[in-house]
């Protein structure tokens, strides 16, 4: 199964392929130093959930996260973002990435103060 097809099995959205690639190449490169502590299993499911966790917040399109409602009414419409937190709490894919990698936080936003981790 490729990255792609994991990918939209994880969020239940179809990314293009293009998207999914560049943002993998990207997020691969910043973390590397990070992963190469890592099994290349690990190093795999780790890029797969980094890549969930920031395509779910930046929504399918626009970048403003994920539909989560719309009203004709008023007009109105509601995104799903930070519901969880900021950083790799905003999701449940950051949360899982960190777990396999603790030093992702950091790529994910998370605030490191010292020698503790602050998640606002």
């Known amino acids: 199964m490729s990255l ?21 190449a990207d997020l691969s490169v910043m973390a590397e130093e990070c992963l190469d502590q890592l099994s290349e299993q690990k190093q795999k499911l780790a890029i797969k959930y980094l890549v969930a966790h920031f ?3 930046q ?5 403003k996260g994920q539909m989560q409602s719309e009203s004709l009414g008023d007009a109105s419409w509601t995104y799903w973002t ?34 503790i981790r602050l998640i606002r």
């Open 4 to 24: 792609v097809d994991d990918i939209k099995d994880l969020t239940g959205i179809e990314y293009s392929a293009a998207r999914v690639l560049a943002l993998s």
């Open 55 to 57: 395509l779910t917040l």
């Open 59 to 63: 929504g399918v399109n626009d970048g």
């Open 82 to 115: 930070y519901d969880k937190g900021a950083g790799s709490n905003a999701t449940d894919f950051g949360r899982l990435a960190r777990k396999i990698a603790p030093c992702l936080g950091d790529i994910m936003g998370d605030k490191l103060y010292g020698a």
